[in-house]
């Protein structure tokens, strides 16, 4: 997986977040192993007055792996998507496409691509929902035999429309996918 941390704007942005979350008492806080979402997470936990808790990571909270694609642009991709299906970037982006049709189709395009030894292969929506459903399926066992709370958990935008789909069949990724730093409340 490609690992990056906030940038400034970014930073800006999730701030802007944790001032909206400052007043919500968490229980525990979760997030993703990747740089930008542990940055994410401490960021709102910094500004939030109401709770003290210790950050847990888990890996299982990563972003979708793109495969080959990891580390290039989504624009590149997307357009690879878009063309496999017979479509233009903007017919494609415009019909909007479900978290599973959007992992199935990387992880058809990238069979052909893995290389041994360099990359890994892009993940299909039923191993992507699998290891975010067993992630949250735990936090939640574990955090509800101490009662009724919050939890905070910090991921990403694509892992978080799948795991939403999961929970609300035929769910549609918004255009242009979830904000970043968006707060999705389950």
């Known amino acids: 997986w490609s690992d990056a941390v906030l940038t400034p704007e970014g930073e800006k942005t999730v701030g ?4 909206g979350l400052k007043d919500i008492k968490f229980s525990a806080a979760y997030s993703s192993d990747s740089g930008r979402s542990v940055q994410s997470a401490n960021i ?3 500004e939030n007055k109401e709770s003290n808790v210790t950050l847990q990571t888990d890996k299982r909270l990563r972003e979708f792996n793109f495969g080959s694609y990891e580390g290039d642009l989504n624009h590149t991709m997307w357009t690879d998507i878009a063309e496999s299906q017979g479509k233009t970037l903007d017919q494609w982006i415009a019909e909007g496409i479900s978290p ?9 395009l990238d069979k052909g691509r893995v290389k041994e030894g360099e ?3 892009a993940e299909d929506y039923d191993t992507i929902t699998k290891r975010l459903k067993e992630s949250i399926d735990e936090i939640a066992k574990k955090e509800s035999e101490k009662g009724n709370s919050n ?4 991921s990403h935008g694509l892992s978080i429309g799948a795991l ?12 242009g996918g979830l904000k970043n730093a968006s707060v999705t409340t389950i």
């Open 119 to 121: 990359n890994w292969p």
């Open 16 to 19: 802007y977040a944790a001032k």
């Open 164 to 175: 939403v789909d999961t929970l609300s069949e035929g769910y549609k990724l918004p255009d």
């Open 44 to 46: 709102i936990l910094d």
């Open 100 to 108: 599973k049709d959007f992992a199935n189709s990387v992880a058809k």
């Open 151 to 154: 939890v905070l958990i910090v």
